[in-house]
């Protein structure tokens, strides 16, 4: 039998709703597989679908995997800040200073405002050629 999950659907960068990016936000994604996750994502119909899990790294607060309805992505700007304030939103206490995200780029520092915006530097950028799937 399928499991409830929570999740939150955010407009990342407005403050209006139905306004900003919109993002699925699955709070409790341990124990779902690949297939699960991209199903969710198909489900959500949204250009983005993150799921938050338990960290690997012991400097992450927490980390996460982001799908589109296509494919998983290694990072994605809106998903980073739309995850970090749904996770802020629901309680969650960062270990430090900044919040620290877990993903498939490796470790992102994200900063708050004292009036909550968020912000990150984004990491380096990588050249690799195009999956043939991407290909025309």
């Known amino acids: 039998m399928p499991q409830a999950r ?65 494919m998983e992505f290694p990072f994605a700007g809106h998903p980073t800040l739309g995850t970090a304030h749904a996770l802020l939103d629901a309680g969650m206490q960062p270990k430090g200073a900044r919040i620290v995200q877990e993903c498939g780029v490796g470790l992102v520092q994200i900063e708050r405002s004292a009036g909550g915006e968020l912000a990150f530097q984004a990491p380096p950028c990588t050249a690799r050629a195009l999956a043939p799937a991407l290909l025309p």
């Open 6 to 70: 929570p999740f939150r659907q955010v407009d990342v960068f407005s403050k209006v709703p139905f306004m900003g990016n919109p993002l699925a936000v699955v709070l409790d994604a341990n124990g779902l597989g690949d297939a699960q996750m991209q199903a969710i994502a198909r489900w959500t119909g949204l250009s983005e679908t993150t799921f938050v899990l338990a960290p690997r790294d012991p400097a992450a607060d927490y980390r996460v995997r982001i799908f589109s309805p296509e």
